[in-house]
């Protein structure tokens, strides 16, 4: 069985600004209310003029990262990290693209380097000063799960913290049409092989064949879920939050999934 | 630690390991000045011949683009797929993972297609596949379809360093016991965002690369497709077993490596410590070697700082050019023969050796047979690994 311990989440997306603000809402006591965000994800992990030069998609994986890390209280210098991201960054793409129709085909350097699939890694690395293992990966819709089985793959190999963060953003237009991620999410969970202070349970992982997806009953947060590979964590999100043990099976592959336990403490 | 049961690799030195051979007996760079489509740079590029012409299988269709059609290329040679389908045989399709790095995947169909947009409404076309092409995960999945594989599966996406990761990724999740065997590697393929990325921030050399070279002044891109069919237990006891690996990430600056190399002496150490080996184990190493004048310069510190001038090394761009998210496969591939067959490749197109660099750089190949290779493959973002591979009984 492969296991590990949760002591932070990270979590920003329409309506849910914050792991601590979500948790109501999460368990259904308060109503899913689709509030817009912020044009620009603050986080004070990066120095301004650094940040000058990211993007949003950069941002927000910054912002999630931080409450993340924020809540377990561990020194960030230490974490593995994980980056999972369906499509990368689009919209930096989006402006390459355009650019080579033009005549001489004048390429930002700065948006080529923001292109890069592990972009965001190379900021949070620059912020937090992690000399650690980073994978950025992708596997498309299963995205999330792919990136909580690499998460545990670093953790049960370097018997150390992992920060997974999993996030998507959508695409500018003309690619939307093509992959119409409904809205921007960005969840980050930090792992850990031993029981941290803030202890928000364990995690039990397993490959699964042939199994219902995991859905959510509020129509708000089941369309964010649908339409978004990162939000695909969220009924994982909302058995944590409920605290009972329960046990939620997510996408992984088109032709596997992988089931989640979560054990509370 | 898994053993390579079968490897291939296409690049600008041919198709599959008797060409790629022949070419380093030959002394032959795959680098040509560049043609690539409509490209009009002043660079070298090693791009490989009749990628265009490759037609996919019908079901297959929905991922035709130059990087799948790459893929499907290199997985034709060398008898790979017959070795795959054995280890499917003998453990089971969902007990087989794939892991494949790349960097820009398929994304000259969206070039293509925003080139073709609507002019008023800015659509673009309908032949447009974004899932099958575009996204970084369509090779890996790709691959997955064509070997009828059905085990654990992702994208490695951390740029130069992606296919010497996918060995990591596949060493971990056989660890977890969630595979028995991987097929890991990288595709990536020409495209105008890497090229005239490369060019804006004016990192291309305007000749064939030559890394370590005094004049050196920036890299030629490449492009290429290499497997790697890995077992947790050895089927046979010839096999070339990774012996190490090593993971870091510099956390210095976005584009530049840190100064003193500090991130590729990490992963250089973290290799060496998983392998439990020391510095002077190791008879050969594969320099990552881009040929940029400050890439080079930091790598050199980095590698003479763990291992003196002793060791022979060679970076292999000047054959290949950088082939970013397939340059730690390629590398790895060209150690392969110099453990198996006896020939390492020294350094291409380098003519006067910078002076100022200390490591003992191989112009000339090699006849020997080095136990133990380590092949370093460090990224954008500061990302970097090393790889260490031996033969049995070692």
């Known amino acids: 069985m492969l296991s590990c311990h949760l002591a932070g989440i ?118 937090t000063q992690s000399h650690h293992p980073s994978t950025s990966l992708s596997a498309y819709d299963g995205s999330f799960s792919a990136g909580l089985l690499e998460a545990l793959g670093l953790l049960t190999t370097l018997r150390q913290a992992v920060l997974l963060i999993a996030y998507d953003v959508p695409p500018p237009p003309p690619l939307w049409v093509h992959r119409p991620i409904a809205a921007p999410y960005a969840v980050a969970l930090l792992l850990t092989p031993k029981p941290a202070a803030t202890h928000l349970g364990r995690l039990h992982l397993a490959l699964a064949h042939g199994q219902a997806e995991s859905r959510l009953e509020e129509v708000g947060l089941e369309r964010l879920r649908g339409g978004n590979p990162a939000a695909r964590s969220l009924p994982l999100l909302q058995i944590i939050a409920r605290g009972r043990e329960n046990r939620v099976v997510l996408p992984y592959l088109t032709d596997t999934l992988l089931s989640v336990r979560h054990q509370p403490c | 630690m898994p053993t390579l049961e079968a490897y291939t690799l296409t690049s600008a030195l041919g198709r599959g390991l008797r060409a790629t051979l022949s070419a380093l007996q030959e002394r032959r760079s795959g680098l040509r000045p560049c043609d690539f489509e409509d490209a009009d740079l002043p660079t070298w590029i090693g791009r490989v011949e009749g990628v265009e012409d490759v037609r996919l299988p019908d079901a297959l269709q929905a991922y035709a683009c130059r990087n799948n059609q790459l893929a499907w290329l290199g997985l034709q040679q060398d008898d790979f797929i017959e070795a795959v389908q054995a280890a499917r045989r003998r453990f089971g399709a969902r007990r087989i993972g794939v892991f494949i790095g790349t960097t820009t995947s398929g994304i000259r169909e969206a070039e293509t297609a925003y080139r073709h947009r609507d002019p008023h409404s800015g659509v673009l076309p309908d032949t447009f596949r974004y899932r099958t092409t575009h996204n970084g995960f369509s090779c890996t999945d790709f691959v997955r379809q064509t070997l009828g594989l059905r085990g654990p599966a992702q994208a490695v996406l951390t740029a130069c360093s992606s296919s010497a990761k996918a060995f990591a990724v596949a060493q971990r999740f056989m660890q977890m016991n969630l595979c028995d065997a991987a097929v890991v590697g990288g595709v990536d393929s020409l495209c105008l965002t890497t090229l005239y990325g490369f060019h804006a921030l004016q990192l291309l050399s305007s000749q064939p690369c030559r890394p370590w070279d005094a004049w050196r002044d920036g890299l030629s891109i490449g492009e290429a497709a290499g497997f790697a069919l890995l077992y947790r237990n050895p089927s046979q006891h010839t096999a070339i077993r990774l012996l190490g690996y090593g993971e870091s990430l510099d956390a210095h600056h976005i584009t530049s490596p840190h100064p003193q190399g500090a991130g590729a002496v990490l992963a250089m150490q973290r290799a060496l410590q998983s392998a439990g080996l020391t510095p002077q184990d190791i008879d050969f190493i594969s320099l990552h070697g881009t040929a940029t004048p400050a890439n080079d310069a930091i790598e050199d510190q980095a590698v003479h700082r763990l291992f003196g001038d002793r060791p022979p090394c060679a970076s292999t761009k000047g054959w290949t050019g950088h082939t970013l998210g397939a340059a730690g496969i390629a590398a790895v591939v060209l150690a392969c023969l110099g453990l198996e067959q006896g020939l390492l490749p020294g350094t291409l197109n380098t003519r006067e050796v910078d002076p100022a660099l200390r490591v003992a750089l191989q112009l000339e190949n090699r006849p020997d047979t080095p136990r133990r290779v380590l092949v370093n493959a460090f990224g954008f973002g500061g990302n970097n690994c090393s790889l260490l591979l031996g033969k049995p009984a070692c």
């Not at chain 1, 999972?84 to 129709?101: K, V």
């Open chain 1, 10 to 127: 990270g979590l920003r997306a329409p309506g849910l600004s914050g792991w601590a603000e979500s948790r109501a809402v999460l368990v259904g006591h308060e109503t899913y209310r689709e509030t817009a965000m912020p044009a620009v994800p603050e986080q004070s992990l990066l120095a301004r003029n650094t940040v000058r030069r990211t993007t949003y998609t950069i941002r927000l994986t910054l912002q999630v990262a931080e409450e993340a890390m924020n809540a377990a209280a561990m020194p960030n210098a230490e974490l593995a990290s994980v980056f999972a991201c369906s499509g990368g960054d689009a919209s930096a793409l989006d402006q390459i693209f355009n650019a080579l129709t033009l005549p001489d085909r004048p390429v930002s350097p700065n948006q080529f380097n923001n292109s890069v699939h592990n972009a965001p890694a190379g900021y949070w690395s620059i912020a």
